[in-house]
Nanobody
Framework: VQLQASGGGLAQPGGSLRLSCAAS????????MGWYRQAPGKQRELVAA???????NYADSVKGRFTISRDNAWNMVYLQMNGLKPEDTAIYYC?????????WGRGTLVTVSS
């Protein structure tokens, strides 16, 4: 299983970015896909996750601003980030959970600065 994330970059405060992650390999339909982030000097934290039944979970810090979605046909997961704040600056990682196994993609850097 491989994950490829894209869509990071520089945004101004209040701006938007959309992250995408493509999963390939032997993937069963029952899985959870999610986005995590790690800021300098901080631990990696959950941003948002979505199950194969489209049930979502968000960190309190991003509720109302970020939206996670998935395309099961293409094994894709997206993170629409609106109302970005400087504290959203981090490396963002996508993760796929299959049963008890976790697969991580390489991170994509999101920088929010004026």
């Amino acid at each position: 299983v491989q994950l490829q994330a894209s869509g990071g970059g520089l945004a101004q405060p209040g701006g938007s970015l959309r992250l995408s992650c493509a999963a390939s390999g032997s993937i069963i339909r029952t899985n959870v896909m999610g986005w995590y982030r790690q800021a300098p000097g901080k631990q990696r934290e959950l941003v948002a996750a979505v199950g194969s039944g489209d049930r979502t979970n968000y960190a309190d810090s991003v509720k109302g601003r970020f939206t996670i979605s998935r395309d099961n046909a293409w094994n894709m997961v997206y993170l629409q980030m609106n109302g970005l704040k400087p504290e959203d600056t981090a490396i963002y990682y996508c993760k796929l959970r299959l049963g008890t196994d976790d697969y991580w993609g390489r991170g994509t850097l999101v920088t929010v600065s004026s």
